[in-house]
């Protein structure tokens, strides 16, 4: 019952950090321009 109660947590940050990492990039990718700027310049 020890183990299961140390796992858990752990579990849970680390899902947590890859589901924020996840959106994160997502929210990144959507934000960037869908041409690069000197193209759009020049």
Do not use: C, D, W
Request: net charge positive; hydrophobic share 50%.
């Amino acid at each position: 019952m020890k183990k299961e109660s140390v796992v858990n947590p752990l579990m849970s940050i680390t899902l947590g950090l890859l589901i924020g990492i996840f959106f994160h990039y997502l929210l990144y990718r959507f934000s960037l321009p869908r041409e690069p700027f000197i193209y759009a310049n020049f």
